[in-house]
């Protein structure tokens, strides 16, 4: 095993005792990314020289026995669309492809303060709209498990660094399903936390359960970890009006949960929204395989049917004032699921929008009712199996059309609209063979229980062959050619 391939937790405990050293950690992530990343496009912006001076300089701080954070010595993969001091950061458009910011953005701050090492910016798309990794600057990611199918999006690099062992740690962020769809696409954990959790300064409307920052990892506990370092907040100094006063060092110490003892709700659909036959059968099939495990699981009376078009009202409104200072400057080429979503924006009532308020404030009350006598509630991560990167999303799903960008992704959009905590974790493969994902949804503000669930779970998925995470075939890539960076839309 090579050190890219460990926990972060272990390589935390490992620095710490000196028996593994900073510099050997990154230029093993280095290697694994020269060796793979020709073949998937994750990894867009490379710093690596930074990075060997920084793990030098952090193996100097070890030597001097000075106090070091969390993430001491630890690479990790950075979301193109969160600025860095000094680093390319384009948000996978060609108006930035020159941007050098002098500043980091706070959750990159945080990050070096806690010692981290940033190794590179992964992709996104343009804008970071869509849940389909492909931009007209750095063409396509694909899919480690299938290189010509998608990685989902719009974390999708940081999905796809993390499944192929570039880095243990990266960050993603999370509109309608930016971090779950990937990491359920990839095998990989993401975590969509309570709004507010974990402060996002570069928000653009004041109170909302969109643009949601949050960590990826292979694991859950290494998300935990990364976790303790995103919550770090002084609220008294703090930018984002959303970010409330919170224990963030409990996220480095997840409870212990006895699965015997945990009791499920579970839905394929979430009360009947558009979900494949496919993957309701294979979702089904792994609640069987859960109810083995776990106390109780029986099917959840949640019914978020609505979410959807409250999702696009929602949408509609933040993307008017997110970009209505720019729309005048965009290109015929420009994200179409971005000019989608304006341009429905500049046709809808003012009534519209306030019929969604309300009715999301329903769902929310509903969703909550839902989970009583449940720990968690369960459904799948994504609507599709992963599909090729060339097409911008499904055509169709069982021949019912899909409207627009967002109607096969309803799965995550609609958990968003309700605002609870979710985390996107591996559970085997589909029929295809390619990961699928569940999400385990928690209340809101049980951020930490949620997690502790989870944790609990994906160390019994490990012992079943047919649960556990699946495993990117790294020597395949590193032997493969593909079509991914030349790709432009």
């Given at each position: 095993?090579?050190?890219?391939?460990?926990?972060?937790?272990d390589?935390?405990?490992?620095?710490?005792?000196?028996?593994?050293?900073?510099?050997?950690?990154?230029?093993?992530?280095?290697d694994?990314?020269?060796?793979?990343?020709?073949?998937?496009?994750?990894?867009?912006?490379?710093?690596?020289?930074?990075?060997?001076?920084?793990?030098?300089?952090?193996?100097?701080?070890?030597?001097?026995?000075?106090?070091?954070?969390?993430?001491?010595?630890?690479?990790?993969?950075?979301?193109?669309?969160?600025?860095?001091?000094?680093?390319?950061?384009?948000?996978?458009?060609?108006?930035f492809?020159d941007?050098?910011?002098?500043e980091?953005?706070?959750?990159?701050?945080?990050?070096?303060q806690?010692?981290?090492?940033?190794?590179?910016?992964?992709?996104?798309?343009?804008?970071?709209?869509?849940?389909n990794?492909?931009?007209?600057?750095?063409?396509?990611?694909?899919?480690?498990?299938?290189?010509?199918?998608?990685?989902?999006?719009?974390?999708?690099?940081?999905?796809?660094?993390?499944?192929?062992?570039?880095?243990?740690?990266?960050?993603?962020?999370?509109?309608?399903?930016?971090?779950?769809?990937?990491?359920?696409?990839?095998?990989?954990?993401?975590?969509?936390?309570?709004?507010?959790?974990?402060?996002?300064?570069?928000?653009?409307?004041?109170?909302?359960?969109?643009?949601?920052?949050?960590?990826?990892?292979?694991?859950?506990?290494?998300?935990?970890?990364?976790?303790?370092?995103?919550?770090?907040?002084?609220?008294?100094?703090?930018?984002?009006?959303?970010?409330?006063p919170?224990?963030?060092?409990k996220?480095?110490?997840?409870?212990?949960?006895?699965?015997?003892?945990?009791?499920?709700?579970?839905s394929?659909?979430?009360?009947?929204?558009?979900?494949?036959?496919?993957?309701?059968?294979?979702?089904?099939?792994?609640?069987?395989r859960?109810?083995?495990?776990?106390?109780h699981i029986e099917?959840?009376p949640?019914?978020?049917?609505?979410?959807p078009?409250?999702?696009?009202?929602?949408?509609?409104?933040?993307?008017?004032?997110?970009?209505?200072?720019?729309?005048?400057?965009?290109?015929?080429?420009?994200?179409?699921?971005?000019?989608?979503?304006?341009e429905?924006?500049?046709e809808?009532?003012?009534?519209d929008?306030?019929?969604?308020?309300?009715?999301?404030?329903?769902?929310?009350?509903?969703?909550?009712?839902?989970?009583?006598?449940?720990?968690?509630?369960?459904?799948?991560?994504?609507?599709?199996?992963?599909?090729?990167?060339?097409?911008?999303?499904?055509?169709?799903?069982d021949?019912?059309?899909v409207?627009?960008?967002?109607?096969?992704?309803?799965?995550?959009?609609?958990?968003?609209?309700?605002?609870?905590?979710?985390?996107?974790?591996?559970?085997?493969?589909?029929?295809?063979?390619?990961?699928?994902?569940?999400?385990?949804?928690?209340?809101?503000?049980?951020?930490?229980?949620?997690?502790?669930?989870?944790?609990?779970?994906?160390?019994?998925?490990?012992?079943?062959?047919?649960?556990?995470?699946?495993?990117?075939?790294?020597?395949?890539?590193?032997?493969t050619?593909?079509?991914?960076?030349?790709?432009?839309?």
């Amino acid at each position: 095993m090579e050190l890219s391939d460990w926990r972060a937790v272990d390589l935390r405990a490992a620095i710490a005792d000196g028996s593994v050293s900073p510099s050997d950690l990154v230029r093993s992530c280095i290697d694994r990314i020269d060796e793979v990343d020709p073949c998937v496009n994750a990894m867009v912006t490379r710093v690596f020289d930074r990075a060997l001076a920084e793990a030098q300089s952090a193996e100097a701080q070890l030597a001097r026995r000075e106090p070091v954070g969390p993430l001491h010595g630890i690479p990790v993969a950075i979301k193109d669309i969160q600025t860095t001091a000094g680093v390319l950061t384009t948000y996978g458009s060609h108006d930035f492809a020159d941007n050098v910011p002098t500043e980091d953005a706070p959750i990159v701050a945080r990050i070096r303060q806690a010692g981290g090492i940033v190794i590179g910016k992964t992709n996104v798309p343009e804008h970071s709209i869509g849940a389909n990794t492909v931009n007209r600057l750095f063409g396509a990611t694909g899919n480690p498990f299938d290189v010509t199918k998608t990685c989902g999006g719009s974390s999708g690099g940081s999905a796809v660094a993390l499944a192929t062992h570039m880095a243990p740690l990266a960050t993603g962020s999370d509109h309608g399903g930016s971090l779950r769809i990937p990491a359920s696409f990839c095998g990989v954990v993401g975590f969509r936390a309570t709004p507010g959790l974990v402060p996002n300064e570069g928000r653009t409307v004041a109170q909302t359960n969109y643009s949601v920052q949050g960590p990826m990892a292979r694991h859950v506990d290494d998300v935990g970890l990364l976790l303790s370092v995103l919550t770090q907040r002084d609220v008294n100094s703090t930018r984002d009006p959303m970010a409330y006063p919170v224990d963030h060092a409990k996220f480095l110490n997840l409870d212990p949960i006895d699965p015997a003892k945990l009791r499920i709700a579970a839905s394929a659909d979430l009360g009947g929204l558009l979900v494949s036959q496919s993957i309701q059968a294979t979702f089904n099939e792994r609640v069987g395989r859960i109810a083995n495990i776990v106390g109780h699981i029986e099917a959840s009376p949640v019914d978020l049917r609505d979410a959807p078009s409250v999702d696009w009202h929602l949408r509609q409104e933040l993307f008017l004032g997110q970009y209505h200072r720019d729309a005048a400057n965009w290109d015929e080429g420009f994200n179409p699921n971005v000019r989608a979503t304006y341009e429905a924006a500049l046709e809808t009532s003012f009534a519209d929008y306030a019929e969604a308020r309300r009715r999301q404030m329903e769902l929310t009350q509903h969703t909550i009712a839902s989970l009583e006598g449940f720990d968690v509630l369960i459904c799948p991560g994504v609507a599709v199996s992963p599909f090729p990167w060339t097409e911008l999303n499904p055509s169709t799903i069982d021949g019912t059309p899909v409207e627009n960008y967002m109607a096969w992704l309803q799965l995550t959009a609609s958990l968003t609209v309700v605002g609870h905590p979710v985390v996107a974790l591996p559970c085997g493969l589909d029929e295809f063979g390619m990961p699928f994902g569940i999400q385990v949804i928690g209340r809101p503000h049980a951020d930490h229980a949620v997690l502790s669930v989870a944790r609990a779970l994906e160390e019994a998925f490990s012992a079943d062959a047919d649960l556990q995470r699946p495993v990117a075939p790294l020597d395949v890539l590193a032997n493969t050619q593909s079509e991914c960076r030349a790709y432009r839309p």
